[in-house]
Every structure is written in structure tokens, then in C-alpha cells.
């Protein structure tokens, strides 16, 4: 049996290009990849954005007068999409351990943080998972999981990417909520050790004890295509329980060629 592994180019490819940015996306494509993982969260004129970050993020980002930031940033909940484009993301701040742990990332002064619609349009056949930023500790950080899933969902279907993206979130409230209103959509349940321990806030009130403590069993109630679990947290068993179930596994991240 030849066994591949699928290359997925996280939040765009850090450690290659700026993070979540129409340039790094648009130079992985150069480079061949055509699997992406991204990010998303909602501005408050309800703009689907890509980001990591509920608020703005220091170590990459820079003000209109070119400036670091310092202190609290703004959460991106709480600026209009204007507001947000006056910030520049293409480079992250020397001295910083982000720096150094991707210090071959090429800098792209002047990138935005992206709409979502602009990065999906950058490939007609390019897959992208998408991880709804939702957070059920934070709840006043970013729009609530079923209106970034609906919105999100908009912007898919506007772009007409329904059959090539697959939703994500440790928040399932969001992907529960496609679960029962788009059942088409692909989506991978993503875990970490905290939510499966914190599981009834973090799933929805499932909670693991019901499932035997098996977490892939979990996921595969849920009707669940993919489990995407910490890459530090799985084991072999599971792995191989996952795949018995008819899971496919997406660990994340890796970022150690050793790993
Ligand atoms: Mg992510």
C-alpha cells in the first residue's frame, strides 16, 4: 500500500509567507500547494475575515503610522472592515519568539488581513479548511458560532467553494449547527487536550463519559468526517481507532520536520 501524506499549508504557510494573507496564499499557489488551513472571524460591520486572532495580534502588526502595536489591540469584533484594513500584517516584529521560531518567513510589508470571499477567489481548485474562531469562555470576543457559521457559509456558497472547504472549530457549537442545517459540508472536529477535558462547555454539552472516553467515538456520533486532533495527542490506538471508525485524521500542527 503507498501511503501519502497531504501537505496543508497552515494559516496560508507561516512558515513560509506572512500568516493568513492574500500574499502568502497567493505565493503558495505558485509554489504548488493547493491545500490550505485558515482562520476566520467577523468584523463588526459582519465581514467575514481571515485571522487567527480575535484581537490583533503585536508580534505582526503594525498601525497606519507604522508603528507596533503595544498593549491591548482591538478586537476585531469591534472594527469595521475599513478600520481593520488600516493595519499591516506582512511582517512579524524582530525580537519576538514568533520571529524565531519562523525566521525563514519572507516579510510582505503592506499585506491586510483578508475577506475570506478574496482568498477563496485566489483558486478555483484549491481545498481550504476553515477554522471558525469562536471561543465559549469569550463569548464578547467575536460574534457568536452560529452567525459566523452562517456567515461563513455565505461566503462559501457565494464563491461557489461549497464542495472544496471543510469547517472547523474547538467550539462546536458552530459546526453543529452545519451539521443539522448543511449536512453536505465537510467538516473536522478539532480537539486539544483542555476541551476534551472542559468537554461539555467546549462540545455543546457532549460530554466524553458517554462515549466510553473515546474521543474519536465522539466525533464519529457527531457525524463526523474528520477528527483533527492536538499532534501531540495521538497515539497510535487512536489513530488507528479513528480510522476503523471511518474517520480521516488531520493532527495539527506540525511544524518540526521530525515531528
Ligand atoms: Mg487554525
Redesign the pocket.
Known amino acids: 500500500m503507498t501511503r501519502q501524506v497531504e501537505v496543508i499549508g497552515h494559516?496560508g504557510a507561516r512558515g513560509l509567507f506572512p500568516e493568513n494573507t492574500i500574499e502568502g496564499f497567493r505565493q503558495c499557489l505558485v509554489l504548488g500547494l493547493r491545500s490550505f488551513?485558515l482562520?476566520v472571524g467577523m468584523t463588526a460591520d459582519g465581514v467575514v475575515v481571515v485571522s487567527?486572532d480575535p484581537a490583533l495580534n503585536p508580534t505582526i502588526t503594525r498601525d497606519a503610522a507604522g508603528h507596533w502595536l503595544s498593549g491591548t489591540a482591538p478586537l476585531i469584533h469591534h472594527l469595521t472592515f475599513d478600520a481593520l484594513r488600516s493595519y499591516d500584517v506582512g511582517r512579524i516584529r524582530l525580537g519576538t519568539p514568533y520571529r524565531t521560531l519562523f525566521r525563514a518567513q519572507k516579510g510582505c510589508d503592506g499585506a491586510r488581513i483578508p475577506r475570506l470571499a478574496d482568498v477563496l477567489r485566489l483558486s478555483a481548485e484549491a481545498t481550504f479548511i476553515i477554522?471558525l474562531k469562536t471561543d465559549p469562555r469569550h463569548p464578547d470576543w467575536t460574534a457568536d458560532p452560529v452567525t459566523l457559521a452562517r456567515a461563513v457559509l455565505g461566503v462559501v456558497d457565494a464563491a461557489g467553494a461549497a464542495g472544496r472547504v471543510i469547517l472547523e472549530s474547538f467550539d462546536w457549537r458552530g459546526p453543529r449547527y452545519v451539521r443539522r442545517t448543511r449536512p453536505e459540508i465537510r467538516l473536522a472536529w478539532l480537539t486539544r487536550d483542555e476541551t476534551v477535558r472542559d468537554a461539555t462547555r467546549w462540545w455543546d454539552g457532549i460530554s466524553p463519559v458517554d462515549f466510553g472516553h473515546s474521543v474519536p467515538a465522539v466525533v464519529a456520533a457527531q457525524g463526523g468526517h474528520i477528527w483533527a486532533p492536538a499532534a501531540d495527542s495521538v497515539t497510535r490506538v487512536s489513530v488507528a481507532e479513528a480510522h476503523a471508525l471511518g474517520l480521516g485524521v488531520i493532527p495539527w500542527t506540525v511544524n518540526r520536520r521530525a515531528a
Open positions: 494559516r488551513e482562520d487567527h477554522e
